[in-house]
């Protein structure tokens, strides 16, 4: 072979991404990340979500099949560099089949459902609606007193979306009598999904999200002294399914130094979820591809990919509380990677008061405002996989790009497909991840370790250890009561 040819062939590895000299650098393993394998990614997880009912939800057929994409990656093709497992647990699972709301003059109304929505179990309800004050300060029917006066006995109580959990809202509408909830949402466009929590099964009446324009008029109408009677219809079945945590490990490093980056491969039942979270999905896909190709690296890294997490941070939370005082001591960083492809990307890096959080999150920061992104701090809050790693005293950080109607208006709804990720942002922030862990393999100089006594985040590991007792009892509840199913059984 022709030294020209040698020279070609080598600069054609380089250019696919191969390390010819194996060395890892922070910036050799960011620049080896390639746009059209992020895409390639999300493609195929679109793709799992349309073949599979439109969505990647736990328990589903989708969620099986995206966790199958992961490791023949991971496992088959990757083995050589990474020990995969699979964590198993069970969960509460909740699926509406159907929903729908009927208005006064026979009208259909677009409904969205909710996780852990109760069925109407009997069949439709069709009642009148009783008004409930408006109070966007502190919350629509989110207290008791709010609710001073009001005999919701045999209606439909309407009710504003926002501030406080919608969960409140609905434990008090059925201590006040309520049959179920017309809950109208607190802003235009299509309303989004949310959790109820497992823990609800039992506590709370069936509810349906319809659009703010008409929550607007059916309260007007009541104003006026109108009688306005709706239907609501709720087909819903609850019970317990396996799901499981996917981990794939490089065998470089010392196992005493973990550095974890963890998404969450399901989504919501109501859409496919390519921002939410195939994006960090692919992301973590991405960066595990490239640094497969590197070796002689100080720390060990570990891929996480939760389950569950739409359901309440349950695989995650299953993980963190499973591990022993030592075990967390190993894992020296976590970085969270949730919705990292919005469509009008607001660049969040996460940071808490532990003092190891700003070294990464510096890292982050400083290479997406290099690559001309607007990066900013944002505190930490309780709403992703990050919960259980705060808790534990380990420092972490992260990115997320947003999830209100200005950042993704496709949040949490069908419309969460190929179309709604920004490629540009993707590759921004894959990048900036792949820098980030390539310096902590390299080492962790001045990283402290996890802080013992950590007060960071509300959720103690007591709390949620008890929070799984209260998922377990809720399963249970659901197997013996067998909530409704009016279409049949339904197994996966």
């Known amino acids: 072979m022709k030294t020209s040819e040698i020279l070609a062939l080598v600069a054609l590895f380089a250019a696919q991404g191969f390390a010819t000299d194996n060395v890892l650098t922070p910036q050799g393993l960011a620049a080896a990340i390639k746009t059209e394998e992020l895409e390639r990614n999300l493609w195929n997880l679109d793709r799992i979500a349309r073949e599979n009912g439109g969505n990647r939800a736990f328990g589903t057929l989708g969620f099986a099949a995206s966790s199958e994409y992961v490791l023949e990656r991971a496992k088959t093709r990757f083995g050589p560099e990474y020990d995969t497992t699979v964590q198993e647990f069970s969960h509460l699972y909740n699926e509406v089949r159907e929903i729908s709301v009927t208005?006064?003059?026979g009208e259909s109304v677009a409904a969205i459902t909710l996780i852990y929505n109760p069925g109407t179990d009997d069949g439709p309800i069709k009642a009148p609606l009783i008004d409930t004050p408006v109070d966007d300060a502190r919350g629509s029917a989110c207290f008791e007193d709010q609710w001073e006066g009001i005999d919701a006995t045999?209606?439909?109580?309407?009710?504003?979306?926002g501030s406080c959990a919608i969960v409140d809202k609905l434990k008090l509408?059925?201590?006040?009598?309520?049959?179920g909830v017309i809950l109208y949402h607190n802003a235009a466009g299509t309303p989004g999904s949310a959790t109820l929590g497992a823990d609800s099964y039992g506590q709370i009446v069936p509810v349906a999200?319809?659009?703010?324009?008409?929550?607007?008029?059916?309260?007007?109408?009541?104003?006026?002294g109108e009688e306005v009677v709706v239907e609501l219809f709720i087909d819903a079945i609850f019970e317990d399914r396996k799901t499981w945590n996917i981990f794939a490990e490089t065998k470089e490093g010392d196992p005493?130094?973990?550095?974890?980056?963890?998404?969450?491969?399901?989504?919501?039942?109501?859409?496919?979820?390519?921002?939410?979270?195939?994006?960090?999905t692919s992301l973590l896909m991405e960066i595990m591809?490239?640094?497969?190709?590197?070796?002689?690296?100080a720390n060990k890294v570990r891929f996480a990919w939760w389950a569950a997490e739409e359901s309440g941070l349950v695989g995650s939370l299953y993980y963190t509380s499973t591990l022993t005082p030592e075990e967390a001591d190993k894992v020296r960083f976590y970085f969270n990677y949730d919705m990292v492809a919005s469509p009008t990307p607001d660049y969040q890096i996460y940071i808490g008061d532990n003092e190891g959080d700003l070294i990464g999150a510096g890292m982050l920061l400083d290479h997406l405002q290099a690559a001309g992104k607007?990066?900013?701090?944002?505190?930490?809050?309780?709403?992703?996989?990050?919960?259980?790693?705060?808790?534990?005293?380990?420092?972490?950080s992260g990115i997320f790009t947003g999830a209100s109607a200005t950042t993704d208006p496709c949040y949490h709804i069908a419309c969460d497909g190929l179309s709604n990720a920004n490629l540009d942002a993707l590759t921004a922030n894959a990048k900036a991840a792949a820098n980030a862990v390539a310096e902590f393999?390299?080492?962790?100089?001045?990283?402290?370790t996890r802080r013992k006594d950590s007060s960071i985040n509300p959720r103690s590991r007591n709390a949620i250890r008890a929070q799984f007792l209260k998922w377990r009892r809720a399963a249970e509840t659901a197997a013996a009561q067998k909530s409704c199913s009016h279409a049949g059984d339904h197994m996966i």
């Open 103 to 105: 208005g006064p003059d």
């Open 154 to 161: 045999g209606k439909l109580a309407l009710v504003k979306r």
């Open 173 to 179: 509408a059925k201590a006040h009598g309520a049959l």
């Open 209 to 224: 999200t319809i659009p703010l324009a008409v929550g607007q008029a059916w309260k007007a109408s009541l104003a006026a």
């Open 256 to 280: 005493n130094n973990v550095i974890m980056l963890g998404a969450h491969l399901d989504s919501v039942q109501a859409g496919p979820g390519v921002n939410d979270d195939g994006s960090g």
């Open 289 to 297: 591809t490239e640094l497969r190709y590197y070796k002689g690296y």
């Open 374 to 396: 607007a990066a900013h701090y944002a505190g930490f809050g309780s709403s992703s996989d990050y919960v259980g790693f705060l808790d534990l005293g380990i420092p972490s």
């Open 441 to 448: 393999a390299l080492s962790l100089e001045g990283v402290p």
